[in-house]
């Protein structure tokens, strides 16, 4: 895509300038880098890598496409994301990844790598093909579902610590009261036993428990390969936090006490916590119409994520914007090895009510609807070509 803008400071070339310029060629720098133009508030960031999203495609294209989602990925910052395998048919061998892996390269308009399930039809009782599977998937996960049987779960650990590849688990045991605090706990600290047994690359997604975030932090300190990512929500919301009957402020897990929230900030901080993930989980407009409690677990959650964490954690002084551009770039990027080909420019200083009728998600689910945030995306450029542009920037 060839794009004209008007009126900004923009780049091409490496160079910066005032006036035209087509977003054609790569912007060199490392991950690291943060970029302030002109002195003024439009910041030039690498792409982040969400490695937790649902773009529900094959199987529930009401809710999401990989266009839809992709375009909605972009429309926050996002150069690369990670599929979850929720899917129908679930991508738990070749043929059935394929499906989605020809959907993706039909479709996508930035990277999108998808993960493996862990067991066939995430059922949790047979392992999938988890060899056959390795050379196209960023790793494997049964997300949406724990997976209860320890010693299935120490042989998908070691069949993916042979291939090199991340078991990513949504800890979440059945045995335990459903949305307690325990069924995530307890299925971490098994994981971590058996993480440690078996050496595999582990990550643990969405936690949002004190709990989780101790485990993690000790188990870290003795030595096992571990990651851990959070979501904004779990960062800024609580239980009490709720202001309406809606579903936009129901997902699994849910949201918890102020005492689990300071916990994960102070997991975010210590570098416990090593990544911002959304879990973007869009359903349909009837599905989460039906009141808190009766409707599906899900929300959205890549067109706020980057504004959320910098208006809350940036903004406020708690943490270096530096620290916030690895959580959501470059340490997903390097855990799950996955290149960043792109870059976002934001405008830091532009307040806005959230307003989900203007997402290019299918979904509009989000507890942040009328919340006033800081940070506007301008433009997403992927392999030198802008896959998002704000509208006010178009000739």
């Not at 690359?201 to 989780?212: A, L, P």
């Not at 406020?316 to 470059?330: D, F, K, Q, V, Y």
């Not at 509009?364 to 609807?369: A, E, H, R, V």
Request: charged letters at 25%; hydrophobic letters at 35%; aromatic letters at 8%.
């Amino acid at each position: 895509m060839k794009a004209t803008l008007k009126n900004t400071n923009v780049f091409s070339n490496g160079q910066f300038f005032v006036g035209e310029s087509s977003f054609l060629a790569e912007f060199p720098f490392s991950l690291s880098d943060t970029i302030s133009v002109d002195g003024s508030s439009l910041f030039v960031f690498p792409g982040f890598a969400d490695v937790h999203v649902h773009f529900r495609e094959p199987g529930f294209s009401y809710k999401e496409t990989i266009l839809s989602g992709s375009r909605a990925a972009a429309h926050g910052g996002f150069t690369a994301v990670c599929t979850m395998p929720n899917l129908n048919p679930v991508p738990d061998n070749l043929e059935a990844l394929k499906l989605q892996l020809g959907i993706i390269e039909r479709d996508a308009v930035i990277d999108v790598h998808p993960f493996g399930s862990i067991t066939r039809g995430e059922n949790g009782r047979e392992l999938s093909d988890i060899e056959a599977m390795a050379p196209y998937v960023c790793g494997y996960s049964d997300d949406g579902r724990g997976v209860d049987d320890a010693g299935l779960m120490k042989e998908a650990m070691q069949r993916a610590k042979a291939l090199g590849k991340v078991v990513a688990a949504h800890c979440e045991d059945g045995t335990a009261p459903k949305d307690s605090p325990e069924a995530e706990w307890r299925e971490i600290e098994r994981d971590i036993r058996l993480a440690s047994e078996t050496g595999v690359k582990y990550h643990v997604c969405h936690i949002s428990t004190k709990e989780s975030v101790s485990l993690i932090r000790d188990a870290k300190k003795s030595g096992v390969d571990i990651t851990a990512e959070t979501a904004p929500h779990y960062l800024t919301l609580t239980d009490k936090t709720r202001s309406d009957d809606t579903g936009r402020f129901q997902m699994n897990p849910p949201l918890r006490e102020e005492a689990d929230r300071l916990a994960l900030i102070e997991g975010v901080l210590d570098g416990t916590v090593d990544m911002i993930a959304t879990d973007h989980a869009p359903h349909s407009e009837e599905e989460k119409s039906r009141g808190f409690g009766r409707c599906l677990n899900g929300i959205v959650g890549l067109e706020t994520s980057f504004p959320v964490m910098y208006t809350h954690f940036v903004k406020t002084g708690l943490l270096p914007l530096e620290r916030l551009i690895a959580m959501m770039s470059e340490n997903p990027a390097r855990r799950f090895d996955i290149p960043i080909r792109g870059y976002t420019v934001y405008r830091l200083d532009e307040e806005y009510s959230v307003n989900s009728d203007a997402f290019l998600s299918m979904g509009k689910s989000s507890p942040f609807t009328g919340t006033r945030l800081y940070g506007k995306c301008l433009a997403t450029v992927r392999d030198g070509h802008a896959v998002y542009l704000d509208p006010t920037l178009l000739v």
